[in-house]
């Protein structure tokens, strides 16, 4: 079985869809405050494209994710790059190079101690791919010099450690 987590409207084939909304196609599931409704070990891979960002309890959703995860299962992960994502206020965290390592270990090069994750991670790939984007959701006012917008995206890929 593989997750589709935090779809929205983004219902993919071949995909168990969850999201907090009832969308047609889409299993209900608030993970901020309810446990994945799938036995331990059962799933393949999941895939979070533009959601972890948006969750309230971080460390809860990780912990969520790996106990669904089969022994030898992956997590797909797209979020924004750096601190340009807060600007959204539907955001609840930035995602950098620092954050992933967070997430990989407890005892982090950083020396620092933010996540309670108890689980272990090792890093599959990791890719940030910058680009600039027409701002569709600027108000056109006179001429506009600069329609466009910085974007960055950072894609990750974990594998589970049993």
Known sequence: MKLNLGCGRDVREGFVNVDQYPFPGV???????????FPDGSVESVLA????????????????IHRVLAPDGCLEVHVPYGLFGLENPYHR??????????????DNPDG?????????????????????????????????????VYSAELTFVLGKVA
């Not at 965290?93 to 407890?106: E, G, H």
């Not at 990791?126 to 010099?145: N, Q, S």
Request: aromatic letters at 12%; one cysteine or more.
């Open 49 to 64: 494209s533009h959601f972890l960002e948006h969750v309230l309890h971080f460390d809860r959703v990780m912990r969520e």
């Open 112 to 148: 620092v101690k933010t996540l309670e994750i108890n689980e272990r991670w090792k890093l599959i790939a990791y890719h940030v791919r910058h680009r600039i984007v027409p701002w569709l959701h600027k108000p056109k006012v006179g001429f506009d010099p600069w329609p466009w």
């Open 93 to 106: 965290r930035a995602f950098t190079r620092r954050a992933v390592r967070q997430i990989l270990s407890a």
């Open 27 to 37: 299993t209900v599931c608030n993970m901020d405050t309810d446990p994945l409704p």
